[in-house]
């Protein structure tokens, strides 16, 4: 199957420039990041795998749930509700430019919800890595890091997609196709999205989860091929 092009627009990774991981902890120490005196090149990423409950942002609440990052800079004053169950990890990182210009890192102003499992389980072996660094290789702890870094990147682009870039596509494919063995995550793949985002976006389109609209398609075909 050919794949749309995919997003190169919006956010990236810029050439000649350094994303260094400086403080990692758990979600229980969320106001302890809160002591940079200077800011400077310093941004944090607050990443929720497991419960849910209220971060506050400068005092305004937002929901977080499984799947949950918030990304910002080192100026918002971040805090936890004592009585969530959150389980995540936060992360301070660094950037470095080669010529000195103001780096940019990432940053949207309100949680993104959901996001694929890939990078659930990036940072969670980002986390054991950093608690366990191997002495002979002294280099993961930070290939990890970018590779994390490198599918949150993707995961903010493909929102960015409107869902009419490649929904069209993915129905006409299936109506010419219906007779073809045909999953979810290979028509994720065509549309060039991971597979929850694949599933959030068809069923808010279509009324009905991937597996249902493909069993109507191949009753209503099998019918007409009858008449």
Known sequence: MSKPPSANE????????????????????????????????FYRVILVWG?????????VPHELSRGSVFLCDAMPR??????????????????????????????????????????????????SAWKAPQPGDPV?????????????????NVRQRPADSWLGQVL?????????ELTRERMAEY?????????????RHTGRTFSAHLTLLRIRRSAVLVL
């Open 172 to 180: 006409h494919y299936m109506e010419t196709h219906f007779n073809k």
């Open 78 to 127: 971040l805090r936890s509700d004592p009585q969530s169950a959150l389980r995540g990890i936060q992360i301070e990182y660094r950037i470095l430019t080669a010529d000195g210009s103001k780096p940019r890192g990432l940053e949207h102003p309100v949680p993104l919800k959901r996001c694929a499992s890939g990078i659930l389980r990036l940072a969670a072996e980002l986390e």
């Open 191 to 203: 549309a060039n999205v991971s597979p929850e985002h694949f599933s959030r976006i068809f069923r």
């Open 140 to 156: 993961r702890t930070q290939q990890l890091f970018i590779e994390w870094l490198a599918e949150l990147i993707n995961e903010m």
């Open 10 to 41: 919006g956010v990236f990774l810029a050439p000649n420039t350094l994303y260094m991981p400086v403080r990692l902890s758990g979600l229980d120490k969320i106001s302890v990041f809160n002591d940079r005196e200077e800011p400077g090149n």
């Open 51 to 59: 419960g849910e409950g209220l971060l506050y942002v400068n005092d």
